[in-house]
């Protein structure tokens, strides 16, 4: 089994800043890649930002220059740092993780519950 829990949502203002964090946990022989994604109401869930476990990240446009993915290898743990948030990040914001697990062959993507974030004034 795979577990993937975030944590780190709340209510800010605009302009404000917060950080979630990411944590993998169970069967796992190697984290291949861990990403955030988010979700507002009527709307797709889209990719926010991913990092790879060769370092490698990849980021929505519209949250370029304002979020940052980083990680704690030792941890299996991966944050996002987002400044300058605005209205329009409203959403619940998952984290989905895909390792390889122990004595398993194949690779296995595993997300968390989601955590909300709001920017209200």
């Known amino acids: 089994q795979v577990q993937v829990v975030e944590s780190g949502g709340g209510l800010v203002q605009p302009g404000g800043s917060l950080r979630l964090s990411c944590a993998a946990s169970?069967?796992?022989?190697?984290?291949?890649?861990m990403g955030w994604y988010r979700q507002a109401p009527g709307k797709e869930r889209e990719l926010v930002a991913m990092?790879?476990?060769?370092?490698?990240?990849t980021y929505a446009e519209s949250v370029k220059g304002r979020f940052a993915i980083s990680r704690d290898n030792a941890k299996n743990t991966v944050y996002l740092q987002m400044n300058s948030l605005k209205p329009e990040d409203t959403a619940a914001y998952y984290c989905?993780?895909?390792?390889?697990?122990?004595?398993?062959?194949?690779?296995?993507?595993?997300w968390g519950q989601g955590t909300q974030v709001t920017v209200s004034s």
């Open positions: 989905n993780a895909v390792v390889m697990r122990t004595n398993v062959m194949g690779n296995f993507a595993a």
């Open positions: 169970g069967s796992i022989s190697r984290l291949l890649l």
């Open positions: 990092l790879t476990s060769g370092g490698t990240t």
